[in-house]
């Protein structure tokens, strides 16, 4: 290993891989916009209503102003530890320790769960198709779940150990076809609605969007909670900095178009689907609780048909699939950075120098979170989904921190230029205010 300029360490990761599109990809897949929508809607919806495209933009915000913060440091300090080797230089390597942890337990908990939901939408799927719903019960039956589960996770492990340029290849077809299944699927429920015989049938009201009228304080907490978990994982592009075309610059452009991209996805979903199926607790309204847990299960054949209805569940499988394998990316990086800057044994600072990846780092990873998802499914079916309780408290954790190392890391030359105070000083400080409000919030 060898000592960049920049202060940094180079870990002999695979340099002028990743473009500013396939960054973003890489981030919107690790977002996950699929699995996403299906399993928030009804839950974002029970809580704040109609105002649900509004909450997606509150929480939009805070994630908007951060990445800012991200892009400062990384143009300065490329480096595959991102949070975790920012903060330790901004605030020493106590908080870039906790950061760096914060970071490493989030991924391992929503690997275990999007690992969980590949298996149940892939028994979902092959019952539809097969045209025997019993085979859906596999996904309940605990050992058969077990073993589905850690065969996904191997794999995702084994693509994600081969190197950048095949994980790139793999999300390409993955994002682009859930991205596009989802258009699909709102420009039709659109439709619907246009003719007539959607069962809702709301008229568009841009007081949707406004997060100043009908929500209480608490209510609007407690949905901007779940939007923020909604918008992780973008910040996998800045992770990627160092096997970046332009380190520079590349990560920190990939992450600003990821989180827009998301941004306006998530709005196109919002509004088709309340607009189609309403807000109510009866039927297909988006209330009702059969249907919060999946939302996309129940609408798809209303929408799309009985012969294109399956191509739903198949992107909500793509997508926990695509984010399965680009959430190791991450997290094996965090790690090998830690190994590299002594926080964590030097093993895990090794590089693969075949497919020039952290391939101990990746496989760890991929062993922990078989394990934990082993234990947790064993104690209990609902203790796994509990965990995800904890994830937005631990999003605002190292988001913040990060939004703040950027203000001091460049404290002493905040006020040089209007382009410093602006994106420097007043994005990140006002991100990591928001990020900060709500952690506070969600531990009180």
């Known amino acids: 290993m060898t000592t960049q300029d920049s202060g940094t360490v180079s870990k002999g990761l695979a340099a002028g891989k990743v473009g500013t599109l396939s960054g973003a990809v890489l981030g919107i897949s690790c977002v996950a916009p699929g699995y996403t929508l299906t399993a928030s809607i009804g839950v974002i919806v029970a809580t704040v209503g109609l105002k649900m495209p509004a909450i997606f933009i509150a929480g939009f915000i805070p994630m908007f102003l951060t990445a800012y913060a991200y892009r400062e440091l990384n143009s300065r300090t490329p480096d595959c530890g991102a949070s ?3 903060s330790t230089k901004a605030f020493g390597p106590y908080v870039g320790w906790m950061c760096g942890w914060g970071m490493v337990v989030a991924s391992i908990i929503v690997l275990s769960n999007l690992a969980a939901i590949a298996v149940e939408f892939f028994y979902l799927l092959i019952a539809r198709v097969a045209g025997q ?8 039956n605990k050992p058969v779940n077990i073993i589905t589960t850690l065969v996904f996770i191997a794999l995702a492990t084994l693509i994600a150990s081969r190197g950048i340029t095949t994980s790139e290849r793999v999300q390409y077809v993955l994002v682009g076809f859930q991205l596009l299944v989802l258009v699909a699927f709102a420009v039709a429920a659109l439709v619907h609605v246009s003719r007539g015989d959607a069962p809702a049938g709301l008229s568009f009201d841009l007081d949707w969007f406004n997060p100043f009228t009908g929500l209480t304080l608490a209510v609007f907490a407690v949905g901007l909670t779940g939007s923020i978990f909604a918008f992780w994982g973008w910040d996998t592009c800045l992770t990627l900095g160092e096997e970046s075309k332009d380190p520079t610059k590349v990560p920190g452009r990939a992450g600003l178009l990821c989180v827009i991209s998301i941004l306006v996805t998530y709005l196109l979903i919002a509004v088709a689907v309340m607009m189609y199926a309403g807000t ?9 609780p059969e249907n919060s847990e999946n939302v996309f299960g129940a609408l798809a054949d209303p929408v799309l048909g009985p012969w294109f209805g399956p191509l739903l569940y198949l992107a909500v499988f793509a997508s926990s699939v695509a984010s399965l394998q680009t959430t190791f990316l991450p997290a094996a990086r965090a790690m090998l950075a830690m190994g590299a800057y002594k926080a964590f044994p030097a093993r895990f600072a090794e590089v693969s120098p075949r497919f020039l990846t952290p391939v101990y780092s990746t496989v760890v990873a991929g062993v922990v979170t078989g394990g934990f998802y082993t234990v947790v499914k064993l104690l209990s079916d609902n203790a796994l989904w509990d965990t995800i309780a904890a994830l937005g408290i631990m999003i605002c954790w190292y ?7 950027c203000v001091w890391f460049f404290r002493r030359e905040l006020f ?6 602006v994106f420097k000083l007043v994005f990140p400080l006002l991100g990591g205010l928001m990020l900060a409000t709500v952690f506070v919030i969600a531990i009180g």
């Not at 719903?133 to 309940?140: E, N, Q, S, V």
């Not at 988001?399 to 190392?405: L, S, V």
């Not at 040089?416 to 105070?421: E, G, L, P, R």
């Open 84 to 86: 975790f080797t920012w």
């Open 133 to 140: 719903p019993g085979i859906a019960d596999l996904a309940g």
């Open 280 to 288: 109510g607790e009866e039927g297909l309204g988006l209330g009702n």
């Open 399 to 405: 988001y913040g921190i990060t939004a703040f190392a």
């Open 416 to 421: 040089d230029s209007v382009h410093n105070i």
